[in-house]
């Protein structure tokens, strides 16, 4: 089972920057699928931004043009680039790894790491 580790949240002035970074436990060469979800306060979990099996990267409409998702594979890492932040960007920020196995998906998290965009 692969742990993910997230780093990198913290208080940020409204147009500033963050890097999160989500460091992986296994080659993430491995995982079919990896991403970015995030949670602000009584709201669902969404999807910010993904790299998915076989395809392209994906990003949430609110924050295309800002958010860059990356990946190093020689540390295991993925990344999420965060510019012109807005206050609507506060939220609990997770790592996401999902395996296909026998035609079945398994998903794992992070434990998550907070972003804070103050006006």
């Known amino acids: 089972q692969v742990q993910l580790v997230e780093s990198g949240g913290g208080l940020v002035q409204a147009g500033g920057s963050l890097r999160l970074s989500c460091a992986a436990s296994e080659t993430i060469s491995s995982i079919n699928a990896m991403g970015w979800y995030r949670q602000a306060p009584g709201k669902q979990r969404e999807l910010v931004a993904s790299?998915?099996?076989?395809?392209?990267?994906n990003y949430a409409d609110s924050v295309k043009g800002r958010f860059t998702i990356s990946r190093d594979n020689a540390k295991n890492t993925v990344y999420l680039q965060m510019n012109i932040l807005k206050p609507e960007d506060t939220a609990v920020y997770y790592c996401?790894?999902?395996?296909?196995?026998?035609?079945?998906?398994?998903?794992?998290w992070g434990q998550g790491t907070q972003v804070t965009v103050s006006s």
């Open positions: 996401n790894a999902g395996y296909r196995r026998g035609g079945k998906w398994y998903y794992y």
């Open positions: 790299f998915p099996s076989g395809g392209t990267t």
